[in-house]
């Protein structure tokens, strides 16, 4: 994805935005992943970025505890994505879609 600014114009491409995306989604209590200590292969967010017009279509799929609320999660998952994903990025992202994969007993 590009921007264009004051000075110039940055480059970003798709698969560092799926990172910062996936890194945001794994901050949120209750999802998954790898960094956590655990060894769950394939278990980690997986995210696919489109551009829509200017702004940003995320969509993720995630696994999450057991024990967690799975829309307030769901919730925190978009809200973090978007914050995480416009503050590094200074693009705007009008849509974060999740998809719960699986409820892992732990």
Do not use: C, W
Not at 21 to 38: H, K, L, P
Not at 48 to 58: P, S, W
């Amino acid at each position: 994805m590009a921007s264009n600014f004051v000075n110039g114009s940055v480059k970003i491409a798709d698969e560092i935005l799926d990172q910062i995306a996936n890194a945001a989604a794994s901050d949120v209590y209750g999802v998954i992943s790898e960094d956590q200590g655990r060894n769950l292969l394939n278990k980690n967010p997986k995210s696919r970025v489109t551009k829509n017009g200017e702004k940003l279509h995320f969509r993720l799929t995630v696994n999450l505890e057991n024990n967690v609320k799975v829309v307030k999660t769901v919730k925190d998952i978009q809200s973090n994505v978007k914050n995480v994903v416009e503050n590094m990025t200074g693009l705007s992202v009008d849509k974060v879609d999740v998809n719960v994969e699986n409820l892992e007993i732990i």
